[in-house]
């Protein structure tokens, strides 16, 4: 039997501007209990962590007892622009501190999958390539580099304005290949089964009081609540669920379904849809260019 669960546990913001996380005890802690809840369902089961990265040297030696074979870490640019907005209280930034847990992951770790995730605004797109050279020449292949562009939903954002519409980012993405030979993945879409966790019978956001939330974006948001660990029921609000679900499903979307792209596309971000803002993924603003480089790319090899 094999299933596919998304859990992501959210901790509380200890300041503003700081990334929350989960101290290491807690994440191994409840890994294992998910790991035996697991093996006790004879379900199948590979775990990616999504971290900052800033402690994961405390998680290096558990790795394997977990089953963890991916890691995605997060970082908003090269060393000096990481620091300007992921530091410490005390304003000591965290970037070096997360390079060298890579080191150390790497060199216990050998068959590990590594991505490193750089939130894109407009005010650090362009370190983007300083930091895939800078990427490639601590860790050549063994490290993954990719574009993910961040947009302000609270308002609060201090990181400086975001990429809104497909087009630009498509730009953006034609660009750094252009001028700089960066080829990432965003520039061909690939084959996707289902769409994202907002779709997933499994998948749900934990918020700091064990709230339920169907999607990254709701996080915090009282009426985007679905359930709660701690309700006998688990789910508390049926009628939302579905609608998150179901209503902006990419099947029942004329617009999806007469596009080129679909089903490769899974719908795109279907929170940014419920919200009538630009959903589709950066390729549909610029499918011809973005052939040629996939193209060019494969005639490479
Ligand atoms: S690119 Fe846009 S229109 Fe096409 S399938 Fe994806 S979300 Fe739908
Ligand atoms: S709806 Fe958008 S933000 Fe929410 S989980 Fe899906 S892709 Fe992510």
Excluded at 44 to 56: A, I, P, R, V
């Amino acid at each position: 039997m094999a299933a596919k669960f998304l859990f992501t546990i959210q901790a509380k913001k200890e300041q503003k501007e700081m990334m929350p996380y989960l101290i290491p005890k807690t994440v191994i802690s409840v890994s294992f209990e998910l790991l035996h809840l697991f093996i006790s369902l004879i379900i199948s089961h590979k775990d990616t962590h999504f971290t900052n990265g800033f402690h994961l040297n405390r998680l290096i030696d558990t790795i394997t007892d977990l089953k963890i074979n991916g890691i995605h870490i997060t970082l908003d640019g090269t060393k000096e622009i990481h620091n300007q907005t992921r530091h410490l209280k005390n304003g000591k930034g965290t970037f070096e501190k997360i390079i060298s847990n890579i080191k150390d992951l790497l060199s216990k770790q050998k068959n590990i999958s590594i991505s490193i995730r750089m939130n894109i605004s407009k005010s650090n797109s362009d370190y983007f390539v300083p930091l895939f050279h800078v990427l490639q020449k601590e860790f050549g292949r063994n490290v993954r580099l990719y574009p993910a562009f961040v947009r302000d939903y609270g308002g609060g954002c201090v990181s400086g304005s975001c990429f809104e519409m497909g087009i630009m980012k498509a730009k953006y993405l034609k660009n750094i290949y252009d001028e700089h030979n960066v080829y990432t993945k965003d520039i061909f879409p690939r084959r996707t089964y289902k769409g994202c966790m907002c779709q997933k019978m499994n998948a749900f956001v934990i918020g700091p009081e064990g709230e339920l939330y169907k999607c990254w974006h709701h996080l915090g948001l009282d009426k985007k609540v679905v359930g709660s660990i701690f309700d006998p029921h688990t789910i508390t609000n049926f009628s939302l669920l579905s609608d998150i679900m179901i209503k902006d499903d990419t099947i029942l979307d004329n617009k999806c379904r007469k596009c080129v792209l679909f089903p490769s596309c899974y719908g795109g971000c279907v929170d940014e849809k419920s919200r009538n803002k630009d959903y589709c993924i950066p390729a549909k603003s610029m499918l011809e260019d973005f052939l040629d480089i996939h193209y060019a790319e494969k005639l490479k090899k």
